[in-house]
């Protein structure tokens, strides 16, 4: 198909606009089906990828009758690592045994002021995983540097546009390969909901 001049966008001065690709994530928004969730104090994570207490999980429960699809996922350090480590995405395999925990009632919907449904998708702090995940994507790397030297501490992010799936039975946490600094590490999920 060839590209018309029509079918360009053109600011006001005449310049071309550009995006990159996030229709389907506004689309996805306006529909009323994509959530936010960050814990709202900094966390202690545990050492290793572990079942017990990761940082912050989506839980997608057997019987939910949606699909959840990944659209981004970060962490931000405000204090140093006691030892160097590696900051993961980590999956759980499909398992019967749900997740338990502590929800988190910090999800929003990104159509904000949306009134419907809550997520089906579970988020959780210090949550119980039926199982160890396995780590599927590294989001960044952390010292034991002073952090009050640099100016600024970019968050450790990544978009994945909706291509990691979280069907039922599974789960998606942020956890680290060594413990972080006392209530230093903050954890971001976006995700959309989709019926099967």
């Known amino acids: 198909m060839a590209l018309r001049i029509e079918d360009l966008k053109f600011d006001k001065h005449g310049h071309l606009l550009v995006a990159q690709g996030n229709d389907a994530f506004a689309e996805a928004v306006k529909r009323g089906r994509v959530w936010a969730v960050a814990n709202q104090a900094g966390v202690t994570s545990q050492a290793g990828l572990s079942g017990t207490t990761p940082v912050l999980t989506l839980a ?52 904000l002021g949306a009134a419907g449904p809550i997520s089906a998708i579970r988020t959780f702090l210090a949550a119980t995983l039926p199982a160890a995940p396995v780590a599927i994507d590294i989001l960044g790397s952390a010292g034991t540097g002073a952090i009050t030297v640099p100016l600024i501490l970019p968050p450790l992010g990544r978009w994945y546009n909706g291509a990691v799936s979280i069907e039922e039975g599974t789960n998606l946490s942020i956890q680290t390969s060594a413990a972080s600094g006392t209530s230093g590490l903050w954890c971001v999920f976006f995700y959309e909901e989709e019926d099967k």
């Open 60 to 111: 997608n429960p057997i019987g939910s009758n949606v699909r959840g699809k990944l659209w981004y996922a970060s962490a931000s350090i405000d204090v140093a690592f006691g030892t160097a480590a590696t900051i993961y995405l980590a999956a759980g395999a499909w398992h019967q045994t749900p997740v338990t925990g502590t929800l988190t009632t910090a999800q929003r919907n990104l159509k």
